[in-house]
């Protein structure tokens, strides 16, 4: 009866704290969420600043200044956090602890120094393993079998303070990075919860991050989403998978780019012009030949037409086998 009583008054006390948020995309949503379920005291929340986005360019707000909105809390959307205003406007809330999870901004020293029991970084890869700002898409590229969460306390450098818990989780031929980052966010939540009580309490040992073993990923951009059809199928097919939802690989098609939402490698060897589509055999039945192998294509979307599977979309294209996909279609076109 004691340790449930001792164990009760421990999540009381948690709850208590006031704590301060930081985070931007999908990823850091479900972060949020369970620290409101589990009602602790959030009592504002940081986020990206509003960027215009489609066609339209129409501002949007990013899906954790939606959650927060929703829920009544405090929004702030510095631009940096290099100005004295920034760090005093944060100070004026009197944060007791601070968690991050795929903010995009970096905290100074001001920062990391103010709250109690500090800055706690919620980060999608086994650190220090794939450190910086597109841990999931890279260990996709890198054909990483593991991934996992990391709860790191922040310090001045990128992904490099000590771990406080971390967990495993595998990554599927199937995954994208859409469907990993889901997965990684539900177990991030969930290890946060376990691991904030025992932090709190000071009943955790830190673990130095081992330097020999750390790599560094590279922003992404919608310039890495061009199909080079000089790399192997391998080396494609991972592109294919880590930019989805964003930024999408894409091909050229008759002077049009032609997006590829899913593909699939074939073989180590193959014959032909490298970037010529081919009927192949089996399932999906079409692809394009790389340097190294062939890339089947199963799901497409031609600019200004909508994503259709590779089948449908062939019989619109009678064309389509035989062509040779790149830029220099948009010369030929």
């Known amino acids: 009866m004691f340790d ?8 009381d006390f948690a709850m208590k704290v006031r704590t301060v948020f930081m985070g931007t995309p999908q990823f850091a949503v479900a ?47 510095p631009e940096t956090f290099k100005s004295r205003e920034a760090v005093e406007k944060l100070a004026s809330f009197q944060p007791e602890l601070i968690i991050v999870a795929a903010f995009g901004l970096i ?6 120094s103010l709250p109690k029991f500090a800055c ?15 841990p999931v898409a890279n260990a996709i590229l890198c054909g990483d079998e ?21 967990e495993k989780m595998g990554i599927s031929f199937m995954n994208t990075t859409g469907s990993l980052n889901s997965k990684l966010a539900h177990v991030g939540a969930r290890l946060l919860l376990e691991t904030l009580p025992k932090w709190l309490e000071g ?17 992404i951009t919608s310039k890495d989403a061009e199909i080079d059809w000089h790399l192997s199928a391998v080396e494609l097919w991972r592109r294919v998978r880590a930019y989805i939802p964003w930024p999408i690989s894409y091909t ?36 394009v030949v790389t340097r190294q192998g062939i890339l089947g294509l199963c799901q497409v979307q031609l600019e200004g037409r909508r994503e259709l599977p590779i089948k449908d979309f062939v019989l619109g294209q009678r064309e389509f086998i035989g062509s040779v996909l790149g830029r220099s279609s948009i010369e030929t076109a």
């Open 4 to 11: 449930i009583i001792k164990k009760l008054n421990k999540n």
């Open 31 to 77: 972060i949020l969420e369970s620290l409101l379920q589990s009602s602790y005291e959030v009592i504002a929340v940081y986020t990206q600043p509003d960027k215009p986005a489609g066609r339209g360019h129409q501002v949007v707000f990013s899906p954790v200044k939606k959650l927060a909105l929703e829920r009544e809390i405090p929004v702030i959307q």
């Open 107 to 112: 905290l100074p020293t001001e920062v990391l």
């Open 120 to 134: 706690l970084n919620v980060h999608p890869s086994l650190l220090p393993r794939h450190r910086g700002p597109s």
């Open 146 to 166: 593991l991934t996992g969460v990391t709860i790191m306390l922040m310090d001045a450098g990128m992904d490099t303070g000590p771990i406080l818990a971390q």
């Open 203 to 219: 009943e955790l040992k830190l673990q130095a991050q081992d330097e020999s073993q750390a790599t560094y990923s590279k922003l």
């Open 252 to 287: 050229w098609y008759q002077g049009k780019r032609l997006k590829i939402h899913e593909a699939m490698p074939f073989g180590d060897v193959a014959r032909g012009e490298i970037g010529k589509v081919v009927a192949l055999a089996e399932p999906p039945g079409v692809g």
